[in-house]
């Protein structure tokens, strides 16, 4: 397993692309924080990695709030031992090609994006110095 012991957080994680990444990183080893808003998909993310043996921790919540967004690195760092890698998917529209959105939107998803991220981010720098980080996308 390639990300054996490695310590992972992934947003919006409860659908879609967040989804699929937070079940895989489990499925090669890492332990999971999955952050997303809805606490159904989180549940049922949690659930699906839990039942084949791996390790995840909900967080849910709205990454907006930036008090919500420092916690995550915190939370996931103290439930497993540290952060490797942080899997940034917040922001996307969802499933559309990019001529479908249209210029207001696609700012609006990209200032929201880069204000989340940056709350994160300035917790998780010290988190994963203490490490042998990995990654951040």
Same mark, same amino acid.
């Not at 990444?21 to 080893?29: D, K, L, T």
């Not at 490797?84 to 559309?96: I, K, L, T």
């Not at 204000?115 to 917790?123: A, C, D, G």
């Given at each position: &397993? @390639?990300?054996?012991?490695?310590?992972? /957080?992934?947003?919006?994680?409860?659908?879609?692309?967040? *989804?699929?990444?937070?079940?895989? #990183?489990?499925?090669?080893?890492?332990?999971?924080?999955?952050?997303?808003?809805?606490?159904?998909?989180? +549940? %049922?993310?949690?659930?699906?990695?839990?039942?084949?043996?791996?390790?995840?921790?909900?967080?849910?919540?709205?990454? @907006? $709030?930036? +008090? #919500?967004? @420092? =916690? /995550?690195?915190? *939370?996931?760092?103290?439930? #497993?031992?540290?952060?490797?890698?942080?899997?940034?998917?917040?922001?996307?529209?969802?499933? %559309? =090609?990019?001529?479908?959105?249209? =210029?207001?939107?696609?700012?609006?998803?990209?200032?929201? *994006? $880069?204000? &989340?991220?940056? =709350?994160?981010?300035?917790?998780?720098?010290?988190? &994963?110095?203490?490490?042998?980080? &990995? #990654?951040?996308?």
């Amino acid at each position: &397993m @390639r990300l054996e012991r490695k310590i992972g /957080i992934v947003t919006a994680a409860a659908s879609g692309m967040g *989804r699929a990444r937070a079940i895989r #990183f489990a499925r090669e080893g890492a332990a999971v924080g999955v952050v997303d808003i809805d606490q159904a998909g989180v +549940d %049922a993310v949690v659930g699906e990695i839990t039942a084949a043996g791996g390790r995840a921790l909900g967080l849910v919540g709205d990454l @907006r $709030q930036d +008090d #919500f967004a @420092r =916690s /995550i690195v915190r *939370r996931t760092a103290n439930a #497993f031992g540290g952060l490797d890698f942080v899997w940034n998917h917040v922001g996307h529209p969802g499933p %559309a =090609s990019i001529e479908g959105i249209v =210029s207001a939107l696609g700012l609006h998803l990209l200032e929201h *994006r $880069q204000t &989340m991220e940056w =709350s994160y981010l300035r917790q998780q720098s010290p988190t &994963m110095q203490r490490s042998e980080p &990995m #990654f951040t996308v």
